[in-house]
């Protein structure tokens, strides 16, 4: 339970406004604090340098975390010293070293100028991320279409959607522009001319495979149709290589078989085609498990109506339509008196 109140006090934090809110990243917390340890028989002069270092740095995590908890004037009774222990594991940068200093009864006494990060909540000790933050939190440390593309496959609500969307928009026209397969991401238009006035002969799909025969310019794809050359903007294309373009053509006559899915997504993890092999294989498995059930439903009524027929008995009849009112041998059964 005390778990359960820590948890939902750290989403009041992030989301009220008269809550604790870390200070972002960008704007650390500056403070000032200083560490003291003593030499002894369990401690030599350099682990007591280390101790009185580490209380130091302790120290201003945990004045960063008072900081911002009398910042944000919440007041959390017995789980004051919980919040602060979990502030207090922010990331420390000393700035300067202001002291460093023994004295003659062999204590150590060090005091820093130090940077303090909060951490992100999946760095919080005991705090569990959902798959939706876990993957936003890489999207923001190292973004990249792949992930991006996911994400917003995985989670089209998300709370995070228009971060996400606004860095897909940045990253479709950074990626280079070679000859070679695309997935079409999403429906694209195929015009004439590289031009978004010009005329629409038709589209391609998502989901659609096709082959840029050449680069226009940065914008624009030229692809082979009936009509000839067509362009296309390359924004709404994904790049995939000549063997995963190859596999997944493979894979489509062999669409009936989960192995072959499976495969496909152990070799090639970071395809942009992994997303609609995983969509394959879970629709074969959801279908399979459908079928088995029907298939295990179906033995049993057989065998039910077998004994029922070979001892001709009305009792059995009975149980029978009682538990298949619209089975196969509901009219038979009748006939058994």
């Not at 109140?5 to 009220?16: D, N, Q, R």
């Not at 030229?222 to 894979?251: C, H, M, S, Y």
């Amino acid at each position: 339970m005390r778990n359960l109140i820590l948890v939902s006090l750290l989403g009041v934090f992030a989301y009220s406004g008269l809550a604790l809110s870390a200070p972002p990243r960008e704007q650390p917390f500056i403070t000032e604090a200083e560490g003291n340890a003593c030499m002894g028989d369990d401690k030599s002069r350099k682990q007591t340098e280390e101790v009185a270092r580490d209380e130091a740095k302790r120290r201003a995590a945990e004045q960063s975390a008072t900081q911002v908890r009398s910042q944000s004037r919440v007041s959390i009774g017995t789980l004051e010293e919980d919040v602060i222990k979990i502030m207090s594991s922010g990331k420390v940068r000393i700035i300067t070293v202001l002291e460093s200093k023994w004295d003659k009864d062999g204590c150590y006494r060090y005091r820093i100028r130090a940077e303090v990060t909060q951490p992100k909540p999946g760095e919080i000790p005991g705090v569990a991320l959902s798959e939706e933050d876990k993957l936003w939190g890489e999207i923001e440390d190292t973004p990249n279409l792949f992930a991006v593309d996911q994400f917003l496959a995985q989670f089209p609500f998300s709370v995070h959607l228009a971060k996400v969307r606004a860095i897909q928009a940045e990253l479709e026209p950074s990626y280079s522009r070679v000859v070679g397969f695309y997935l079409v991401y999403r429906a694209t238009p195929l015009h004439l001319r590289p031009s978004t006035q010009s005329i629409i002969i038709s589209d391609a799909l998502p989901g659609e495979i096709i082959r840029v025969v050449k680069i226009h310019d940065a914008q624009w794809a030229i692809i082979k149709r009936d009509t000839g050359q067509v362009f296309t903007p390359f924004v709404n294309l994904r790049a995939i290589t000549d063997d995963e373009a190859a596999a997944w053509t493979k894979n489509l006559k062999n669409s009936k078989e989960p192995r072959v899915w499976q495969t496909f997504l152990q070799t090639y993890p970071q395809s942009h085609l992994a997303r609609l092999a995983r969509e394959h294989l879970n629709n074969l498995q959801n279908r399979f498990s459908r079928e088995e059930g029907l298939s295990m439903q179906d033995s049993e009524e057989i065998a039910l109506w077998n004994r029922c027929l070979n001892t001709r008995d009305l009792q059995c009849a009975r149980e029978y339509r009682r538990r298949y009112p619209n089975g196969k041998f509901e009219k038979e059964s009748w006939l058994i008196r």
